[in-house]
């Protein structure tokens, strides 16, 4: 039987209605709370990551860009959450799909820039022409560096599509190889199932490691403009 091997990457459809909104906020669901005064480890060790992460991503910003700490706490939890969730059988990744994360990217740094034109204008200017630039390539310069301004949030969001996606078809290809030489050689599949298995605990790291990497460059483009 034939396969698409990009099946999984298709917006899933419940009776003909798209079902992306729904899986999109499932994981903010999954999220665990606590009401009582004394948590339990679990909500413990969730509360010390979250503040592990928070000082380490807001020490280099100033009272106005820590403003922004709650949304970029959010953002690296619902990007995490995603990417994991997108790791079970049968389920569906939101993040494989550039218009979502170019959905996610463009207002942040639109924030972030328009933040940095309307408290530092003369800063945020000064970005565009290096210091002791020629006279004569400044015309060129400038055009370079507005076209590299333009071009953060679409590399924010190729990035992490491009890192999920590769992943997935990276884990759809062992498997289906893995399960085709289970009845003809039984050695050599135990070998790539070995891969397979490791290859999964790579893509939750990688999983994990996305999420931090695309909160920490809005991070950055905020620290810049503040």
Avoid: C, D
Avoid at 161 to 172: F, P, Q, S, V
């Amino acid at each position: 039987m034939n396969e698409n091997l990009f099946a999984s990457f298709i917006a899933p459809t419940i009776l003909g209605l798209p079902a992306a909104v729904l899986i999109i906020l499932l994981p903010p669901l999954l999220i665990p709370t606590s009401k009582y005064l004394i948590n339990n480890r679990l909500i413990a060790t969730q509360q010390w990551l979250i503040q592990l992460t928070s000082k380490q991503m807001m020490t280099m910003h100033n009272a106005k860009g820590r403003t922004w700490s709650l949304m970029l706490m959010w953002l690296i939890i619902f990007i995490a959450t995603t990417n994991l969730l997108g790791l079970l059988p049968h389920s569906f990744t939101p993040t494989t799909q550039l218009s979502m994360n170019l959905a996610m990217a463009i207002p942040l740094w639109a924030g972030a820039v328009t933040t940095g034109f309307r408290s530092k204008t003369k800063n945020a200017l000064a970005h565009l022409l290096p210091q002791g630039t020629p006279t004569p390539l400044i015309p060129m310069l400038v055009i370079i560096e507005t076209i590299s301004l333009f071009i953060q949030p679409m590399a924010l969001a190729v990035r992490l599509t491009a890192n999920i996606t590769a992943g997935h078809l990276l884990m759809h290809l062992i498997g289906s190889a893995t399960l085709a030489m289970s009845t003809t050689n039984l050695p050599s599949t135990l070998i790539i199932f070995t891969v397979l298995i490791l290859l999964t605990m790579l893509e939750i790291a990688v999983a994990l490691i996305q999420a931090y990497v695309f909160t920490l460059l809005v991070s950055l483009y905020l620290h810049e403009n503040t």
